[in-house]
């Protein structure tokens, strides 16, 4: 099973900017999709982004030219900008891999944008 590994969450103003990076320990990155969820305390997860093993990217309505996701299938990471953050993206952001019957999640990063 892919273990994954997040960083880079902390708090932030309205207006700043973060990026989230994920570390994948797996050979077999690059055959993943890697995406970045969110879930806020009473709510559901919800897909923020995810790109495919060709670059192929979705991003929900709300982050788009806001937040751009990308990875580095050398290096074993995915990565998430987060420009011009909003209180309502204050949120628990997770990492996930999948591919077919393999669901992977990381631990969690803590994202607070507040002034």
């Known amino acids: 099973q892919v273990q994954l590994v997040e960083s880079g969450g902390g708090l932030v103003q309205p207006g700043g900017s973060l990026r989230l990076s994920c570390t994948a320990s797996?050979?077999?990155?690059?055959?993943?999709?890697m995406g970045w969820y969110r879930q806020a305390p009473g709510k559901q997860r919800e897909l923020v982004a995810d790109i495919s093993l060709g670059g192929s990217t979705n991003y929900l309505d709300s982050v788009k030219g806001r937040f751009t996701i990308s990875r580095d299938n050398a290096k074993n990471t995915v990565s998430l900008q987060m420009n011009g953050l909003r209180p309502e993206d204050t949120s628990v952001y997770y990492c996930?891999?999948?591919?077919?019957?393999?669901?992977?999640w990381g631990q969690g990063t803590q994202v607070t944008v507040s002034s």
């Open positions: 797996t050979s077999m990155f690059a055959i993943y999709i």
């Open positions: 996930n891999a999948r591919y077919r019957t393999i669901n992977a």
